[in-house]
């Protein structure tokens, strides 16, 4: 049995965070830096607002194939976007560490060069 209130309140959440998402990525297509992280939160954005769509016709839909093809689109564009996210995740991560251990080989090299006698400043 489908918990169309479940359904719908979810609808509404994602639909919510699609908008502000899409306003984000906007914005952020504004800058020449920036149009990359842009087009990748524009295109987030409009995937929770198809599972918005998805959830609403999922809702209002009065036979139980009709549900479970919204249904199936809906999850689909969810893992779309949960993919996304952990694949952004993954490299932020992976160029953190790459920045510590360059801000650690600076401060280490400056470190040494710093009781270097032949060292002038």
């Known amino acids: ?23 984000g990525g906007i914005l952020s297509c504004i800058s ?12 987030l954005g409009l995937k929770l607002r ?13 036979d139980e194939e009709s549900q479970i093809n919204r249904l199936n689109f809906m999850v689909s564009d969810l893992a779309g976007y949960f993919k996304i996210q952990g694949i952004l995740m993954i490299i932020g991560i992976a160029l953190a560490v790459v920045g510590i251990v360059i801000m650690i080989a600076v401060f280490a090299f400056s470190f040494m060069n710093a009781f270097d006698p032949s060292y002038r400043f």
């Open 50 to 62: 198809n599972v918005k769509q998805y959830a609403e016709e999922a809702a209002a839909g009065f």
């Open 32 to 43: 020449i830096v920036g149009i990359i992280p842009g087009v990748i939160a524009i295109i």
């Open 1 to 23: 049995m489908l918990d169309k209130q479940q359904i719908t309140d979810m609808g509404k959440w994602a639909g919510f965070v699609g908008i502000f998402t899409l306003i």
